[in-house]
């Protein structure tokens, strides 16, 4: 059996294998303020039967659990809160022009856990439960964020915010 020492994960060392991202406290330019701050596909990979797949990283900072924005996709999204609970708001499939803000739900979503939401889920950045901050990893097809995101501004009137 052969014996070999491990490398450092560097671009020059990784580069014929792959390509790596450091998602949690990520480096990278962001959009989006910095309550909620969005990585971008920081790294893609193919599939054989799909587009590409881009991980993103979305850092969100404590603030008051209050839903005031929401966004819609033709496509699903999977979320994976990587340094502690998170809270996130869900609504069903409707028309673009009229979301069923009556109808949305808040969910708490443990750390390490992923959730899956299907394509034309009503949905927007995590809230922390307890932390200050948390990174949440995103999985969606490459630049979906540029090309297939609605977003809407909830009226202050049919916004929802947690039970205390």
Same mark, same amino acid.
């Given at each position: ?6 490398k ?7 580069d ?9 406290n990520?480096?990278?330019v ?7 701050e ?16 881009g ?8 603030r008051?659990?209050?839903? &005031? ?7 699903g999204?999977?979320?994976? *809160?990587l +340094?502690?609970? !998170? %809270?996130?708001?869900? @609504?069903?499939r409707?028309?673009? &022009?009229?979301?069923?803000?009556e109808?949305?739900?808040l969910?708490?979503? *443990?750390? +390490?856990?992923? !959730? %899956?939401?299907r394509? @034309?889920?009503?949905?927007f ?8 901050c ?10 979906? %964020? ?8 909830i009226p ?9």
């Open positions: 059996m052969r014996s070999i020492p491990a450092e994960l560097s671009l020059e060392n990784f014929q294998y792959g390509s790596f991202s450091r998602l949690i990520p480096d990278k962001s959009v989006g303020p910095a309550i909620h969005f990585f971008c596909d920081q790294l893609v990979y193919y599939t054989a039967s799909t587009s590409p797949v991980i993103s990283t979305s850092r969100v900072l404590k008051p659990v209050v839903v &005031d924005t929401t966004e819609i996709h033709r496509c999204e999977v979320i994976l *809160p +340094g502690g609970d !998170v %809270y996130i708001h869900v @609504g069903p409707s028309d673009i &022009d009229d979301p069923p803000y109808k949305f739900e969910f708490r979503v *443990p750390q +390490g856990t992923a !959730v %899956y939401m394509p @034309g889920t009503w949905h950045a995590a809230f922390p439960c307890t932390q200050d948390v990174n949440v990893m995103v999985l969606l097809p490459e630049r979906t %964020y540029a090309n297939d995101c609605i977003v809407a501004h202050k009137d049919r916004q929802i915010r947690l039970a205390e």
